[in-house]
């Protein structure tokens, strides 16, 4: 088995392990990267979301590094795309015109960015990347973690990983059980955390449903349909009691009212792409289906270079509520299934969608796996919203944040903070029945008691295992605060060796949590929101 050193190992390639690599190279620290699939990037590239993000993001609420990373997004798309006069001009160019955010692009695109913010460190050597790798082991001694053993997803070649410090930034937390930490899945209960949103006990097998994403065009006149998918018949009447009609359809209940609403879906829409405005204040953006999560609009670039805007499929409608992936031996099951709802999805869209002259189907929609990198049609990875949480030194719950609990809607505040986020406290609908939750959230700090484990040393989460409950999970699950958790774990853990204290030490002495403040904002680092009010 080949043995490894490094000062800062980062288990999990996604957002927030980007983040924390970034953040703890440019302090001058060796780092090893390990990631599954074959992007870096997580819920934005190897899964396929476009950046879900607050209102104020154009002007504050996020790094210096993440909004490096959108900087170089908008950047690719002016030094090598043929956009029109009009689109070049675009100070806040959104490339897709979508409603979901103020930046809808293509996942390559952020994978062209993403690689060049760490090719530096790659030349130099102080980065060494491990790709297609998983954790399959770890060694756990008393409080410190000693080595993490990965494996090569093809080839099952053996890495074990000696670190100073190791972050989890996998998507399901995966490091948690295998290091031995404290952490907990699915939900809390209110006899626990006294959140209104929780169920009376825990449950934690019952998470928000897993999607899995892919990518459409539309060519008119063309007949792309596929083989009917093996599992159609089954989704085609699958209804939950809530949804109000089957899920292979437009209709689905609007996260914020429940109402049963039914969507368009329109591939064949003129509309004006300069002319939209994502701003979550004022609803979700998903009445029109085709926009909604529209990733490259063709009037963007000049006359004839796309044939069709190409469109990302990330609606309710794809959310699996058959099982949890997490801690079980039916993952693989369930991921199949997920797999085969997406494909019957696309495959009822080509097929019997409604049509606004009447008729039934759009056969010339297309599967691109070319953008989502694949040759099957789909997302590389399945889209996770929820993962193993860390029992941490202060685990954030729905009071820290929720408008209707705490009384106002000013910023939540915490005097360990260690960066900001914002999004509703947004969860889709879990795999025990629960339909969605969506609660008003105010503008949050990130206090640094949620990134330090009750008992281990030198084990920092760097993503969504971070100390919340699945209810609060809701509004720390989007790319941004991904980011933000992950970088503030890279920048920590550099910290930490630099002075050789832990985390808990840091959090505990007011001198070093000061000097570890002053650190993050002299990088960029926000730690505190202006007075605005969340919504």
Known sequence: MTELKTEILIVGGGLGGVAAA??????????????????????????????????????????????????????YYRDHYPLTAQARAQRDLNPGGGLVSRMCAEPRVAVAVIDGMLAPFLSSGALTLLQP??????????????????????????ITVTAGYVLDATETGELLPLTGAEYVSGTEGRDETGEPSAPEHADPENLQAFSWCFVVDHIAGEDNTIEKPRDYNYWKTFQPDYWGAPMLSLTAPHPRTLEIVTRTFTPTIDDDPFSTLADQRAGGGDDELWIFRRILSKKMLEPGHLQSDLVLVNWPM??????????????????????????????????????????????????????TGTTDGLAQAPYIRESRRIRAEYTVVEGDLSIAVRGHAGPSTFPDSVGVGMYRIDLHPSTHGDNYIDVASAPFEIPLGALIPVRLDNLLPAGKNVGTTHITNGAFRLHPVEWSVGETAGWLAAFCLDRAVDPRTVRHSPQLLEEFQSLLITRGVELHWPDVTGY
């Open 22 to 75: 970034v953040a703890a190279l440019r302090s001058g620290r060796r780092v090893i990267l390990s990631e599954q699939y074959a992007w870096l990037g997580g819920q934005l590239t190897s899964q396929a979301v476009p950046l879900d993000e607050h209102t104020w993001v154009e002007q504050f609420g996020v790094t210096a590094n993440y909004r490096e990373l959108r900087d170089g997004i908008r950047d």
């Open 133 to 158: 790798y998983i954790a399959a082991g770890a060694d756990t001694v008393d409080t410190i973690v000693r080595s993490v053993t990965l494996e090569n997803v093809n080839s099952g070649e053996r």
């Open 318 to 371: 794809i959310d699996y509520l058959g099982g949890s992936i997490i801690d079980t031996p039916d993952a693989a099951a369930h991921l199949e299934a997920s797999r085969q709802l997406s494909y019957s999805m696309f495959y009822w869209l080509q097929t019997e969608a409604p049509r606004p002259d009447g008729g039934k189907g759009w056969p010339g929609l297309r599967l691109r796996g070319d953008i």
